[in-house]
């Protein structure tokens, strides 16, 4: 009993990182949008650069990968 209760705040934990790097790089990603609709551009390219960096296999890495290609 004592391990399945382990294994489940194991799994817990495991899934609660994971959903943290795509929260943090969506949250990242408005950001940048926000900031080049300000005309902002080297702020946006930072937090592109960020997402592609830091989130490499999170869903937006790639389009800020192309956001960043076409600034």
Do not use: W
Request: net charge positive; aromatic share 6%; proline share 1%.
């Amino acid at each position: 009993m004592k391990k399945s209760a382990l294994l489940m705040m194991l799994f817990l934990a495991l899934a609660t990182a994971c959903s943290s790097g795509e929260d943090k790089s969506k949250e990242l990603f408005q950001t940048a949008q926000l900031e080049e609709n300000q005309n902002n551009i080297e702020h946006a390219k930072q937090l592109y650069k960020e997402i592609v960096t830091k989130y490499p296999k999170s869903k937006l890495a790639k389009q800020a990968q192309e956001r960043l290609d076409s600034l």
